[in-house]
């Protein structure tokens, strides 16, 4: 089951991809694991997945540690609380969920000197929804450049998860938005290669835009109780 989801969700990708003239090598699958049990990870594994994304933090670090013994990369993508920092700065390999200095300079403090650089993604708040997490655009530059000063971060680009919406043309235009964002702090100076948007039921659209990583759970793992 999963092995054929990974398959179909691969071919998805690949088809996006050449309607959309993009290269299908410019894309990346993160597998979303949250809620999930290692067993349905290590399926995933067997199927040639090796980017896993969790956002539930004691969940996945006792995952990390039942995987350790497999090449893997681990991307947090969850809510981030002050709380939270240093096990994710310990355990993971990105988090794409930054949304604040006060954040960036707790991470950049307890990222363990024996591991390379975090890499991070700053969560955006797209559509402006009140309660959402992420930056509002007006904010990201400064945000941005504080991060890149940051020694023991990487900024790697931005992320985004917008109000669901089932119209194709309407799911563009948040990313649309994104990535002209993007480009503009590429263009401030910024060594930026990830564009991480799209999810299960917006992934065409998302690559459409120009999405360089996509993450996928549903499609993959089948319908989460929650979460
Ligand atoms: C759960 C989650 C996903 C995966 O969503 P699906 O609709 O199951 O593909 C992607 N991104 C984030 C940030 C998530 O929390």
Redesign the pocket.
Known sequence: MISDALTTVRQRIAEAARQFARAPDSIQLLA?S?TRPVADIVTAIESGQRCF?E?YLQEAISKIGALRNYPLQWHF??PLQSNKTRLIAEHFDWVQSLDNEKHAVRLNAQRPTHLPPLNVCIQVNISNEPQKSGIRLTELPTLAQAIAELPRLRLRGLMA?PAPCADFNQQRLPFRALHTAYQQLQASGLALDTLSMG???DLAAAIAEGATLV?????IFGE?ER?
């Open positions: 979303v949250k994304g956002s993508i969850g998860l999810m299960t039921n993450r996928i759970g549903t499609a989460r979460g």
